[in-house]
C-alpha cells in the first residue's frame, strides 16, 4: 500500500465550555479520510495508523475546504478508466481494494473497469471531446472492440449516434457473431437476458 500522500486538514473542536476538546473534523480531505476508515474497518491498516494532518484556525477552515475542492484540476476520467483497468489486471487488486483505496464504492470501479474495455480510439475521441460519456458507456456493453467500431463506423452521422442506437446495434451486432458462430440456443439466450438486464 501506498500510504497516504496528501494530508487530511483539520479544525480542532471546541468544548461546550470553549475551551479545546482535543478531537478534530476534517475539513479537507473527506474522501482520503473516508478510505482511511474503510481501510481500518477491513483491518488492513491499524485503527491506530498515524496520519498526516494539517490543524487550521476556523476562520480558513471554509477557505482551504473550498479551494481544495475548486481549483485542484482533476484527473480525466479516460484516465481513470485506464488507471483502474492496470491496478486490477496487472497489479492484480480486487475491485473492493481498489474501491477502498480511492473511497469510491465498488461498483464505480466496475463501471469504469466496464468503460476501459471499448477500443482504444474511442477512448482517445473521448479524451478529445469527439465522443461522450454516454456514447461511451453504450458501446461499452460489449467487450468485442470489432463489433463496437463497425456499429459506429455503420453511423456516420451525429444525429444517428444516440446513445439509444448505439445500444441497439452492439447489442444486435453481437447477437448476430453469436449466431454465426453457431453457438447453442441456450447460450444465446443467456447471453441475450444479460445485455437486456
Known amino acids: 500500500m501506498h500510504g497516504l500522500i496528501h494530508n487530511l486538514t483539520v479544525v480542532e473542536q471546541l468544548a461546550d465550555n470553549g475551551e479545546n476538546s482535543?478531537?478534530?473534523e476534517v475539513v479537507a480531505g473527506g474522501r482520503r479520510f473516508a478510505a482511511l476508515q474503510r481501510l481500518a474497518k477491513q483491518k488492513k491498516v491499524p485503527k491506530t495508523f498515524a496520519v498526516p494532518c494539517?490543524?487550521?484556525d476556523p476562520a480558513t477552515a471554509t477557505e482551504t475546504s473550498l479551494a481544495?475542492?475548486?481549483i485542484r484540476v482533476a484527473m480525466h476520467p479516460a484516465d481513470q478508466f485506464i488507471a483502474f483497468h492496470d491496478l486490477v489486471v496487472q497489479t492484480g487488486l480486487g475491485i473492493d481494494d481498489v474501491a477502498a483505496r480511492f473511497?469510491?464504492?465498488p461498483l464505480f470501479v466496475r463501471q469504469r473497469l466496464k468503460l476501459a474495455n471499448v477500443a482504444p480510439?474511442?477512448?482517445k475521441a473521448y479524451r478529445a471531446e469527439e465522443i461522450r460519456l454516454d456514447q461511451l458507456e453504450a458501446l461499452a456493453i460489449?467487450?468485442?472492440q470489432q463489433a463496437q467500431e463497425k456499429v459506429w463506423d455503420s453511423l456516420r452521422h451525429d444525429w444517428e449516434?444516440?446513445?439509444h442506437n448505439l445500444r441497439f446495434f452492439t447489442h444486435r451486432k453481437t447477437r448476430q457473431r453469436f449466431r454465426d458462430e453457431n453457438c447453442s440456443w441456450r447460450v444465446f439466450r443467456l447471453f441475450e437476458r444479460l445485455c437486456t438486464t
Do not use: H
Open 161 to 163: 449516434r444516440s446513445p
Open 121 to 123: 480510439r474511442f477512448i
Open 103 to 105: 473511497g469510491v464504492s
Open 22 to 24: 482535543g478531537k478534530y
Open 68 to 70: 481544495e475542492n475548486t
Open 54 to 56: 494539517l490543524v487550521v
Open 142 to 144: 460489449t467487450d468485442d
